[in-house]
Structure formats: structure tokens, C-alpha cells
């Protein structure tokens, strides 16, 4: 029986995140991948690489939504980058036209390529339209810090405490990911599933972000949960899979490498992230 998963998420044209890095993940883990363009995010290499930013109209995202919840009866989605308010809101009203087993909401709050003002507004937005729909998110350090009030997260028990501060906000389930941000030698994530605190950590590789980790790691849970796994196995093998595509990491022109989803073997990383409980 072939298990679906969906995105609404923006395009990243070097295909080393956003919509390319979910369907992508899907694939690897098994699972057929579809999804709705929000909008299109092209680095540009005559400006250091910055973002240039294109919404999609909206207009044209709900109609991608409509023909993909007709086409199949999806019930997981990951939500990605929105990018405008006006994108929040269409998104938000498709969602709420049917019942979703699994909503997993990857919080980017700063849109790189607007302006401040415009960059809050979308904040704003996604707080209070998008996150309480969310069964599961799964915000960095940064978007940790922000949506919790929290500053300076320094030990695993201050990113569970973050966690379960955002969890009033909506989702069933948080993830917080430490990151290249977090102090020390580990790559801690903690997972807040509304009665404890679980941590999944691994040796760092090296202390330079990965672009696609959270983007890989967000599509990974949201493939498995597709696949009817638990939020705990689904944190886990998601954990997996981006330590072995940070280790096989792709390098290229830009000035950051990125994840290779196509490197993830189960076998290899048994045993690699270790989970204790709180």
C-alpha cells in the first residue's frame, strides 16, 4: 500500500532545500511524494548568495491545494515556507476544508528577502493562524528562542522547557532543534510529546550549518508519521537520516554545502543518536 505525503512549501533552486529537499525525503523514505508551491526562492550568486523572493499568487496555491486533496486522500502534511500573510491565510482556510491526521508545521519566521515590517507581519500570521492547526513543529534554536520568549538555550532542559512553552500555542507535539547554535559537543534535538521531555542526541559533524537539515529533518518526520509510525520512532529515524545526509553532505559553488537525503542507510546509523527520556 503506497503511503502519501504532502507539502506546502516554496521552491529553492538549488535544490538544496524547501520544496526539491521534501519531496526528495519522501522518496527516500518510502513514501509518494506531492505538493503546492507557496513560492519560488532563487540565491543569487552576484549578491553573496542572498534570497530573491517571489510569492506565488494565492489564488494559485489554493488551487493546487484543491486538486491534490482531490486527486488523493491525503491526511499528512508538512508546512513549510508561507512567506506573506496573504499565503498564511489561504493556506490556513484550505487546511480547515478537511481533517488531517497529521499537520507538521517547520516554523520559518524570518522571510528572507522582505522587509522587517513585512517579515513580522508573516511572524505575526503564522502564530496565530498556522501554529494552532499544528499536530507537530519543529522550530530551530532561533524560531525556539522567539515563539517560546525564551533566550540563551543552554542545556537540553532549557530546549524542553522551550518546547513545552510552545506547545501552549497549538501543537501536540514539539521538537526543538539545537543545532550548529546549541553549546557543546552534541547535536541535541528534545522532543516535548505533552507529558515528558525526550532528547535524541548526536555527535556534532563539525560546526558549520548544513543547509537542508531542518527542512530534511521536518520531511523525514512528516514521511514516517505518513507511514503510520509514532511521533517517537518518527523523530528518531528522521535524526538518522539527516546525520548520515550531514555526513555525506553535498559542496559545490555556493558558500555552504547541503544534506544528501540520498545517503541514508538505516543499517549505517544504528545506533548513532541516542535517546534518553527527561
Known sequence: MVSFAYTIAGSEATGGAGFQVDLKTFHELGCYGMGAL???????????????????????????????????????????????????????????????????????????????????????????????????????????????????????????????????????????????????????????????????ETDKIGEERVSGAGCTLAAAITAELAKGSDIHKAVQVAKDLVTCGIKARVSGNTPFDTVWQGAYSASETAGVCHTRIL
Not at 499568487?57 to 513549510?80: H, M, S
Not at 519566521?109 to 515590517?117: N, V, Y
Not at 492547526?133 to 522567539?146: G, K, R, S
Open 38 to 200: 507557496t513560492c519560488i526562492v532563487s540565491f543569487d550568486p552576484k549578491n553573496n548568495w542572498g534570497h530573491r523572493f517571489v510569492p506565488v499568487a494565492p489564488e494559485v496555491i489554493r488551487d493546487q491545494i484543491e486538486a491534490a486533496t482531490a486527486a488523493q486522500n491525503l491526511d499528512t502534511v508538512k508546512i513549510g515556507m508561507l512567506g506573506t500573510p496573504a499565503t498564511i491565510e489561504t493556506v490556513a482556510q484550505a487546511l480547515k476544508k478537511q481533517s488531517w491526521k497529521n499537520i507538521l508545521v517547520d516554523p520559518v519566521l524570518i522571510c528572507k528577502g522582505q522587509e522587517p515590517g513585512q517579515a513580522l507581519d508573516t511572524d505575526t500570521a503564522l502564530r496565530e493562524k498556522i501554529l494552532p492547526l499544528a499536530t507537530v513543529t519543529t522550530p530551530n534554536y532561533f524560531e525556539a528562542c522567539t515563539l517560546s520568549g525564551m533566550e540563551n538555550l543552554q542545556t537540553v532542559e532549557d530546549l524542553a522547557l522551550a518546547a513545552k512553552k510552545i506547545s501552549a500555542l497549538g501543537p501536540k507535539y514539539v521538537l526543538v532543534k539545537g543545532g550548529t547554535e546549541f553549546p557543546g559537543p552534541k547535536a541535541a534535538d528534545v522532543l516535548w510529546d505533552g507529558e515528558k521531555a525526550t532528547v535524541y
